[in-house]
């Protein structure tokens, strides 16, 4: 795992976005426009050997706000309808597989289970699917999440009359 370095620098960034330490190596996968963390990506394990499913996880204050907006209005259930669940268990098993990868060599312990965000099967959370996604891995569900959001942004522009 030492890929999954962060610097004292980008620890103290996450700490304050989570509002408490991180309780595993990561890496910062992906950066907001201003350079602060915006994804992370996580160690399958936490620093007391607890299995950590969740790879990617969305860290940046707005994306997190847009994207929860997004959920709250039926997101989960729509993007489930149009990736479709046989898309979502190919994603969900390719997850897994890269996930496992990283745990360490002999590992007997218990081992993080599911796919994205710990989900086996359908949608469970569109956060760690957008964070996949800008963490470049292709996640069609984050794809949809991006598109949507890119959909609302452009509407807002419109309606406030803003160019962007």
Same mark, same amino acid.
């Given at each position: ?13 996450v700490a304050e976005l989570l509002g408490r330490q991180p =309780? /595993?190596?990561?890496? $910062?996968?992906?950066?907001?426009? !201003? *350079?602060?963390?915006?994804?992370? &990506?996580?160690?399958?394990? #936490? ?14 204050? =707005? /994306?997190?706000?847009? $994207?929860?907006?997004?959920?709250? !209005? *039926?997101?989960?259930?729509?993007? &489930?309808?149009?990736?479709? #669940? ?11 597989a890269e996930r496992d990868v990283l745990l360490p060599a002999g590992h007997q312990g218990p081992r993080p ?52």
């Amino acid at each position: 795992m030492a890929d999954l370095i962060a610097s004292d620098a980008e620890r103290a960034a996450v700490a304050e976005l989570l509002g408490r330490q991180p =309780r /595993a190596a990561f890496r $910062v996968a992906a950066r907001d426009v !201003d *350079g602060s963390p915006l994804v992370i &990506e996580n160690a399958p394990l #936490l620093d007391d050997g607890t299995p950590m499913p969740t790879r990617y996880w969305l860290v940046g204050p =707005r /994306a997190k706000l847009l $994207v929860g907006r997004l959920e709250a !209005d *039926g997101g989960v259930d729509r993007a &489930e309808a149009e990736v479709g #669940l046989d898309a979502l268990d190919a994603l969900h098993a390719r997850h897994q597989a890269e996930r496992d990868v990283l745990l360490p060599a002999g590992h007997q312990g218990p081992r993080p289970t599911g796919g994205v965000g710990g989900t086996r099967r359908g949608v469970k959370c569109l956060h760690a699917h957008y964070a996949a996604y800008l963490a470049g891995v292709d996640d069609p569900v984050g794809r949809w999440v991006a598109d949507r959001l890119a959909e609302a942004e452009h509407c807002d522009g419109e309606l406030s009359g803003s160019a962007r």
